[in-house]
């Protein structure tokens, strides 16, 4: 009995050590499996991360252009230096040889030398020069990465519109940060190789896996476009002793920008050389009282409303004005005048009344029409929408100040959209500076097609606008200082006091002074604002910002061959201005005949000789035989003059003349 029942337990348990050791194999294969196919993947990338070291090389970035196709953002090869600290022996030895040709403390290249990382980089995009000196000295544990490096050839040009990339290939600021995506392309990788034990594993060669260049972005602005802006604004900024300075160039019927311009400027090829106060444009992120300039609305939206007409008389108290407390004030004393006179001489005690008849609700209304207190959309980061309270907070006081462009903000770039639309037959189209987004490869990846938004007023208000605004710039009116012979001009003053940021109050002495203008005010072509911030002495935005308008304009219209009808003074189109390496625009207007024009009393009136083909010498003697003042460029014989030969001496212009040596 007893060796029946051990048998039987002994049979038990080798049934159970034989379930046991079933179950544990299965146990075993189960995992086996798992990771041999299910966590197949995850563990290959998990071993490869632990035997191998990434380093990510950024990609080319795309070019940006300007209209034209000429470069205004590229990027260059040059060389980085790395290094591989557990293949140098005299790290000290070597830092003493590196550091005064990178240009950096000694402590610093012998911390990098002595990680405990396989790979470090000892500097970022150096110069040729430097890569040379260390490439001649063959230093083990030593190499090169070929990198791009961000290039602005046209140094302060446009450099608010275009902004900067960082060492990083990234884009900090304008169309670099708002298109970066489109632009930096797809990294590429270097790989440095470990053991198990987390050695290093060197191999003559670094592998890399090369990036792929970004799209390019072709712009709406035009380089000598912006170049004349620039240069006018420069001066005139100079001359006012102005703390800053904005211009924009829009066509009004497409929204393109052609020139935008901010001063203070900088060059994006050192940005970590200036402030943010060089830095920040304006044009887009700053919001201002526009003064004068908005009675431009205000003449649309009662015109439109036909609640007054162009001949329709106020009286304007003599040029002061008590309301609710406050008392406003005109610069010239008038008694009567009719609506279109109080445009003419800018009449704030006229705007007032106007905007009394029209009412709070229905001001406000056609003020958001116009597109105030919304940001237009156009593509460059850290647009502002301004500020404009909502009508049931206007009191009377209010009221007529916004009539005149106190108490409310507004961004320049959405004066001059909504100026455009007067321009365009009432039509407001949306501003942008991108045409298209093109491949290295030449292939088409978007294209931008004029953007209409709406239509504010009808064709008719804007003819009478138009009209209205045309005696802005005639003889006795504000704007008369940016009138050009030969073209008519709709445009618009202001001069508008600042808040003293201690006070609060208005101050007497800071204001902005402005001027903008569309032309040829019969078929426009192009609309320009002109801002000038704190000018000092004489203020008024018809003394200061007028004169701006007129240089830029005038050299724009020459360039852009845009002529008056018949009956008006024909003007000449030069062939395109190249930029030298100076920065100056070079101007080859073709070899006109020496001309005289003739009075009806036939008395001749001094021109503009023809100076082509002179040396300097011999264009000197002429010009103080007749009086000319004249500004020069370049050496050896004068190839180019502005303005051409044939035009009337104006003494109060510098002609300029631009020389070439004969090759």
């Known amino acids: 009995m007893k060796k029946s029942s051990s048998k039987k337990w002994l049979q038990a348990r080798i049934a159970l050590i034989l379930i046991f050791f079933t179950l544990l194999f299965g146990v075993i294969i189960g995992r086996a499996y798992q990771l041999q196919v299910i966590d197949r993947e995850m563990l290959t990338n998990l071993m490869v991360q632990q035997y191998l070291k990434y380093v990510d090389i950024p ?4 070019t940006i252009y300007d209209r034209k196709k000429e470069e205004l953002a590229l990027s260059i090869e040059v060389d980085s230096l790395y290094a591989r600290p557990g293949k140098i022996h005299d790290k000290k030895g070597l830092a003493k040889k590196l550091s005064p040709i990178l240009q950096v403390g000694y402590r610093f290249v012998l911390d990098k030398l002595t990680s405990d990382r396989p790979f470090v980089w000892l500097m970022r995009r150096i110069s040729p020069a430097q890569s040379q000196k260390i490439e001649d000295l063959q230093l083990e544990g030593i190499g090169f ?7 602005y050839p046209n140094k302060e040009l446009a450099s608010h519109v275009v902004g900067f990339a960082g060492i990083d290939s990234k884009g900090l600021e304008g169309l670099e ?9 797809k990294p590429g990788t270097i790989l440095v190789e470990r053991d198990a034990l987390g050695r290093n594993i060197y191999q003559h060669n670094i592998k890399q896996i090369h990036a792929t260049k970004g799209h390019n ?11 004349f802006v620039e240069k006018a604004l420069d001066d005139g900024v100079t001359k006012s002793k102005a703390q800053a300075g904005i211009a924009i160039v829009m066509v009004p019927q497409t929204g393109e920008i052609l020139a935008l311009a901010v001063r203070p400027t900088f060059n994006p090829n050192n940005f970590w050389d200036f402030t943010p106060s060089h830095l920040r444009n304006r044009a887009v992120t700053d919001a201002y009282e526009p003064g004068s300039t908005f ?3 205000l003449a649309s939206s009662v015109l439109e409303e036909g609640i007054t007409k162009p001949h329709d008389i106020f009286f304007c108290e003599n040029g002061s004005y008590p309301l609710d407390g406050r008392v406003i004030h005109d610069v010239h004393e008038y008694a009567w005048l009719s ?6 001489h800018s009449s704030n005690i006229g705007a007032c009344k106007i905007a009394e008849n029209l009412g709070r609700e229905k001001f406000y209304s056609y003020i958001r029409k116009f ?5 237009t959309g156009i593509e460059l980061p850290g647009e502002t929408s301004g500020l404009l309270k909502l009508p049931y907070r206007w009191s009377r006081v209010d009221l007529g100040n916004i009539s005149f462009g106190q108490g409310l903000s507004i961004s320049p770039i959405q004066l001059i959209t909504a100026f455009s639309a007067i321009a365009n037959d009432g039509v407001m189209m949306k501003p942008h500076l991108v045409k298209a987004i093109v491949n290295d490869q030449g292939k088409m990846i978007e294209e931008f097609q004029p953007e209409e938004r709406e239509k504010i007023v009808s064709q008719r208000t804007a003819r009478q606008v138009t009209s209205m605004l045309e005696t802005v710039v005639e003889k006795g009116g504000t704007g008369e200082n940016a009138s050009i012979k030969g073209f008519s001009i709709a445009g618009k003053t202001g001069t508008a006091q600042k808040v003293d940021r201690n006070t609060k109050q208005y101050s007497q002495h800071k204001v902005s002074s402005s001027f903008m203008g569309f032309l040829p005010a019969d078929d426009p072509q192009l609309a320009l604002l002109i801002i000038v911030d704190e000018p000092r002495g004489v203020t008024y935005g018809g003394v200061v ?7 830029a304009a005038h050299h724009i219209l020459r360039y852009l061959n845009i002529t008056p009808k018949k009956g008006s003074m024909t003007m000449v189109k030069s062939t395109t201005p190249r930029r030298t390496s100076n920065d100056r625009a070079v101007i080859n207007p073709a070899h006109f005949k020496q001309a005289t024009l003739t009075s009806k009393k036939n008395t001749t009136v001094p021109t503009i000789p023809d100076f082509s083909g002179l040396s300097m010498r011999d264009v000197l003697t002429r010009a103080a035989q007749l009086d000319l003042s004249v500004e020069i460029s370049g050496s050896g014989t004068a190839i180019a003059q502005d303005p051409p030969p044939g035009d009337p001496i104006d003494y109060g212009r510098k002609c300029w003349i631009r020389f070439q040596p004969l090759s």
């Open 217 to 227: 972005l072709q712009l709406t602005i035009d380089n000598t476009v912006q170049y």
């Open 177 to 185: 940060l708002a298109y970066d995506e489109y632009l930096r392309g």
């Open 339 to 344: 609506f279109k006179n109080i445009i003419k």
């Open 545 to 551: 910002a007028a004169p701006i308008f007129k240089e």
């Open 371 to 375: 597109g105030f207190g919304s940001k």
């Open 145 to 151: 990465i070929e990198e791009s490096k961000r290039f």
């Open 59 to 62: 990609a080319k970035r795309g």
């Open 295 to 297: 009675k431009v609305f």
